[in-house]
């Protein structure tokens, strides 16, 4: 089993990892020739929110080696803090406090020191003053089987009523933030075919919608052999489609606003929502976080 | 936002920047207390009351607002002209009074930001109940210059900004339907930007605590800038329990005024770390006017003369009365920023505050 890379773009990375660490202690990563998966799915999480990435290899490595008798794949189980701070030190520094100048060379590899599997963060970078500097970060990971993996499914959901693509997320938490005192446990996300979205609150003093109009509404390849693709153009586009969801579960996944520039919203009425959160522009397809937020059914 | 009122609407009110308006409810919230809001065609009063002793209220007159249609028969004849109404102030009957949950108001105001006070530093300040005019570069320099650092961040040209979107706050739009209905909000930040409904829930108005100022006569009337007294409150421990105003008549007329003179305003507070005397000295830039006969001394729980210190960060003068009962009322102007028509456009927030009842 063999792997190493050098991480190209570790400012993306390291937001990534941020938005994970925020969700779980623990992640599934899985390595395969062309692409890296990371997968939060403990139900231990609150509101049980998941999230399902699939990151291009090239949009993150270069000089990407990767071999094991599992068809090339790896299968690890990592600290999410851990990594989140081996990356931090890569990452380049952000203003003046960062003490690099930015053109760190990072390269990670699975190591095994001591009987014990280490993803191996090596990073060269240099001072600004031009001193070099090497910084180690050894994360200790667990090899997961295969077949353990493979058991760990995407969450299965019915076709969704609603796609939308979102304002930008850092204006909804701004507003999902506000909108805490007056939401109690739970906050109702609702989205209809013209391209409106709105949070919701409720409690006993106010009743609050937030309303984004003018939203574009996203055309979706539909999966043949479903009945609902024909039921789609029949449906009103008027109809707001929604689910109330944890008010925890959802600052959780605005945190990932840091690495977002397109998120697009499904809605499936009273089951779930799910949300890709496209890093970089959508046509490079340099890679989706999905989070799945489950519906609160009153 | 329409100009044909709806005329089944007792009340529409809108407001292009909602931080002045958020700025005197803020001024008037404390805790969880519900507010009595009251409608008059002249404007609102918001009052919030703690232990039937305190009594805040916030006046915001209609010119604060965009628009204001005030239409008390909404309920009963809907075919009301609301002109009529409006070039007849004050001439009507009872109010429309109504109970809402302010916080919950001052949340609903603050999703598109969280912006504090309006206050620019080349508004107008204005004297209340005198017809007492101010010399407008004594408020600009001088130790009010000290006091305010927030004040002077303001730029000088701060009224335009206002039309250039600066600083500025969400745009809103306030109805109410009548008894029974929610206080309905709509809001919108910007032209492309979200915009918000809110139904904030609404309570029948129970009767407010009556402080009848004008019931007794006063015997103490000052004039100060804001910055005093809350640099004065800022002071004081929070826990010091009693809070007492001391006023002391000038000297006799034909006599210069010695130091050994007793202060014309005096604050004493004693807790339980030890107590505070602060004496403001009688000069016209301290104290700009101060009527007193004879020598006045009440004493109030400071928890609630301490509620006002919100409003003070806001306010550019105050007036402090006492009347002989020992009810202080205290006046605090809080200055907007907009281009000053005729009327009083400032709004105000009075204190009213009954003393301790003390042994003889």
């Not at chain 2, 620019?120 to 130790?143: M, V, Y």
């Not at chain 2, 305010?148 to 961040?153: A, D, K, V």
Request: with cysteine; hydrophobic share 40%.
């Amino acid at each position: 089993m063999r792997f190493r890379a050098n991480i190209e773009d570790v400012a993306t990375f390291y937001k990534i990892s941020q938005a994970v660490e925020k969700l779980q202690k623990r992640c599934t990563v899985k390595f395969t020739e062309s692409e890296m998966h990371i997968i939060c799915n403990n139900d231990a999480g609150e509101g049980s929110i998941q999230v399902w990435s699939q990151i291009q290899v090239p949009s993150l490595f270069t000089e990407y080696r990767i071999q094991s008798n599992a068809d090339n794949e790896i299968y690890l189980g990592v600290a999410t803090d851990a990594l989140a701070a081996a990356l931090k030190s890569a990452a380049a520094p952000s203003g003046q406090q960062g003490a690099f100048s930015g053109d760190a060379e990072v390269i990670v590899r699975l190591v095994k020191r001591t009987e014990v599997a280490m993803l191996s963060f090596e990073i060269n970078a240099s001072t600004r003053l031009g001193r070099p500097v090497r910084i180690a970060h050894d994360v200790r990971v667990d090899i997961l089987k295969r077949e353990d993996v493979s058991r760990l499914k995407q969450p299965m959901c019915p076709e969704p009523e609603v796609h939308i693509i979102l304002p930008p997320l850092a204006k909804v938490r701004a507003v999902a933030e506000r909108l805490r005192p007056l939401a109690g446990e739970m906050i109702g996300m609702y989205a209809n075919r013209e391209g409106c979205f709105q949070l919701r609150a409720q409690t006993d003093a106010a009743s609050v919608v937030v309303s984004w109009h003018g939203l574009s509404n996203p055309r979706m390849a539909h999966d043949p052999s479903t009945q609902r693709a024909d039921e789609d153009d029949e449906r009103d586009p008027k109809v707001l489609y929604g689910v109330l969801v944890n008010v925890k579960s959802l600052q959780k996944f605005l945190n990932s606003h840091v690495v977002s520039t397109t998120t697009i919203a499904c809605i499936c009425q009273n089951h779930c929502i799910i949300l890709y959160v496209y890093m970089g522009e959508i046509a490079d397809a340099g890679g989706v976080l999905t989070f799945y937020i489950p519906a609160i059914i009153e | 936002m329409s100009d044909d009122g709806e005329v089944d609407q007792v009340l529409a009110a809108s407001v292009g920047d909602v931080k002045y308006v958020m700025g005197l409810l803020r001024g008037v919230q404390f805790g969880s207390n519900r507010a009595t809001i009251r409608a008059t065609s002249g404007g609102l009063s918001v009052s919030v009351e703690d232990a039937r002793t305190l009594l805040a209220t916030a006046f915001i007159f209609k010119n604060i607002f965009d628009e204001y249609l005030y239409n008390p028969e909404a309920g009963l004849a809907s075919q009301d002209q609301p002109s009529q109404s409006q070039s007849q102030p004050q001439e009507e009957g009872e109010p429309t009074a109504f109970e809402i949950p302010l916080a919950a108001l001052i949340e609903c105001m603050s999703l598109f930001g969280n912006t504090m006070g309006s206050s620019s530093s080349n508004a107008k300040q204005r004297a209340l109940h005198t017809g007492h005019s101010d010399d407008e570069d004594n408020q600009e320099g001088g130790p009010s210059a000290r006091a305010n650092p927030r004040q002077n961040t303001v730029p000088a040209n701060g009224r335009i900004d206002q039309y250039f979107g600066g600083d500025k706050g969400a745009g809103v739009r306030l109805s109410y339907v009548g008894a029974g209905h929610p206080l309905l909000l709509l809001m919108a930040e910007e032209v492309h930007g979200p915009t918000a409904t809110c139904e904030i829930t609404t309570f029948e108005a129970e009767p407010i605590v009556e402080l009848d100022f004008l019931e007794a006569p006063t015997v103490l009337k000052i004039i100060l800038k804001s910055s005093w007294l809350r640099d004065a409150l800022s002071e004081i421990d929070s826990n010091c329990d009693k809070f007492t105003i001391i006023g002391n008549p000038p000297p006799p007329p034909g006599r210069a005024a010695r130091s050994t003179d007793p202060p014309r305003l005096r604050i004493q507070t004693a807790g339980n770390f030890g107590s505070i005397e602060m004496d403001y000295p009688s000069d016209k830039e301290v104290l700009e006017t101060c009527e007193c006969e004879q020598q006045v001394r009440f004493s109030y729980r400071f928890k609630f003369i301490a509620h006002a210190s919100k409003a003070l960060q806001h306010s550019t003068k105050t007036s402090l009365r006492i009347n002989e009962e020992g009810m202080l009322s205290l006046q605090l102007i809080m200055p907007t920023a907009r281009p000053r028509q005729a009327g009083n456009t400032d709004g105000f927030i009075e204190f009213r505050c009954l003393p301790i009842d003390e042994d003889p």
